[in-house]
């Protein structure tokens, strides 16, 4: 039988915004010493916004973000959304054999053209080498290949949600061992993120099988291993993990489904709360 104290646990958490989806992950939650955390949605808002153009090889910029965002009219992605939203009502074109490749970006057949939109390794698996360096700044490069060529990059920006901050800080205080970040983002944005929010690891280029593997190497450990995500990518591991946590918020209906944990705000700064009240449940019951 479960011990009275739990469904205090669970209703203090539920009058947080905290969901909790069954009694032992009040248990596991109290005793979690490691978490990993997506990036996009989850410590950073996931609206993007577009902050340059540029084009190679001949292309025209206005022709490139046509191409890309007709491309991605169909995406929910945050980036095509971006994209979308800079074409100042430019019509876009049909697109035919369009194809989504998960943690990489779209190709698709835009009029006699064979169009890619993505990062680096999507271009890399068409054997089209990226031309424009990948400037300093920690803005995620967005590249745009037509019939084998690369066109050129858009160039768009995220913001390090606030209460990101608070999150780390909390976590820290209650003795979260590791905190680290997983991302499908390249590392140089990954980076910029995880130093602004002083995090112990932070590793970018991942594939979702990527990020899996990761929380599974951390799996062995004695301590239960948490993840929190938003994203549909995202609900296999969130499956995996000890407490899985969503951000039910913004979050898609899968990863809500498959959590053990649902924050129903965009704040991670609800996890050391959920951490105190699991702590707290425990000392009342024992
Ligand atoms: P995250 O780990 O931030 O949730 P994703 O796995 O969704 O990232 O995507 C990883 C990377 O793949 C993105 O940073 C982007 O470079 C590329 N990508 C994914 N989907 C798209 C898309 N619809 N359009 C352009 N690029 C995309
Ligand atoms: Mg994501």
């Given at each position: 039988?479960?011990?009275?104290?739990?469904?205090?646990?669970?209703?203090a958490?539920?009058?947080?915004?905290?969901?909790?989806?069954?009694?032992?992950?009040?248990?596991?939650?109290?005793?979690?010493?490691?978490?990993?955390?997506?990036?996009?949605g989850?410590?950073?808002?996931?609206?993007?916004?577009v902050q340059?153009?540029?084009?190679?090889?001949?292309?025209?910029?206005?022709?490139?973000?046509?191409?890309?965002?007709?491309?991605?009219q169909h995406?929910?992605?945050?980036?095509?959304?971006?994209?979308?939203?800079?074409?100042?009502?430019?019509?876009?074109q049909?697109?035919?054999?369009?194809?989504e490749?998960?943690?990489?970006?779209l190709?698709?057949?835009?009029?006699?053209?064979e169009v890619?939109?993505?990062?680096?390794?999507?271009?890399?698996?068409?054997?089209?080498?990226?031309?424009?360096?990948?400037?300093?700044?920690?803005?995620?490069?967005?590249?745009?290949?037509?019939?084998?060529?690369?066109?050129?990059?858009?160039?768009?920006?995220?913001?390090?949600?606030?209460?990101?901050?608070?999150?780390?800080?909390?976590?820290?205080?209650r003795?979260?061992?590791?905190?680290?970040?997983?991302?499908?983002?390249?590392?140089k944005?990954?980076?910029?993120?995880?130093?602004?929010?002083?995090?112990d690891?932070a590793?970018?280029?991942?594939?979702?099988?990527?990020?899996?593997?990761?929380?599974?190497?951390?799996?062995?450990?004695d301590?239960?291993?948490?993840?929190?995500?938003?994203?549909?990518?995202?609900?296999?591991?969130?499956?995996?993990?000890d407490?899985?946590?969503?951000?039910?918020?913004?979050?898609?209906?899968?990863?809500?489904?498959?959590?053990?944990?649902?924050?129903?705000?965009?704040q991670?700064?609800?996890?050391?709360?959920?951490i105190?009240?699991?702590?707290?449940?425990h000392?009342?019951?024992?």
């Amino acid at each position: 039988s479960i011990p009275l104290g739990y469904f205090g646990g669970i209703g203090a958490a539920s009058r947080n915004g905290i969901l909790f989806k069954g009694s032992d992950f009040l248990d596991r939650l109290r005793r979690m010493d490691t978490l990993f955390m997506d990036k996009t949605g989850t410590l950073t808002m996931g609206n993007f916004e577009v902050q340059g153009v540029h084009s190679i090889n001949g292309f025209d910029r206005d022709e490139l973000v046509q191409l890309a965002a007709s491309l991605e009219q169909h995406s929910s992605h945050p980036i095509g959304r971006a994209i979308l939203q800079h074409t100042n009502g430019q019509p876009l074109q049909s697109v035919a054999r369009q194809q989504e490749i998960s943690g990489k970006g779209l190709r698709g057949t835009i009029g006699n053209k064979e169009v890619l939109v993505g990062n680096r390794s999507l271009l890399a698996d068409h054997n089209i080498r990226a031309h424009t360096n990948e400037l300093q700044s920690p803005h995620t490069q967005v590249h745009v290949a037509v019939d084998g060529l690369h066109a050129g990059t858009i160039s768009i920006a995220d913001q390090v949600k606030a209460d990101s901050g608070h999150a780390v800080r909390g976590l820290r205080d209650r003795g979260i061992g590791t905190l680290t970040m997983l991302s499908g983002d390249s590392q140089k944005v990954v980076d910029h993120v995880a130093g602004m929010l002083g995090l112990d690891q932070a590793h970018g280029d991942l594939l979702p099988d990527q990020k899996y593997a990761r929380v599974e190497q951390a799996l062995a450990a004695d301590h239960p291993v948490g993840f929190i995500g938003d994203g549909v990518n995202d609900a296999p591991v969130i499956t995996l993990a000890d407490v899985g946590i969503a951000m039910g918020g913004i979050g898609s209906d899968a990863t809500v489904e498959t959590a053990d944990v649902v924050i129903q705000t965009d704040q991670p700064s609800k996890i050391p709360v959920a951490i105190d009240i699991a702590r707290f449940t425990h000392k009342v019951i024992w």
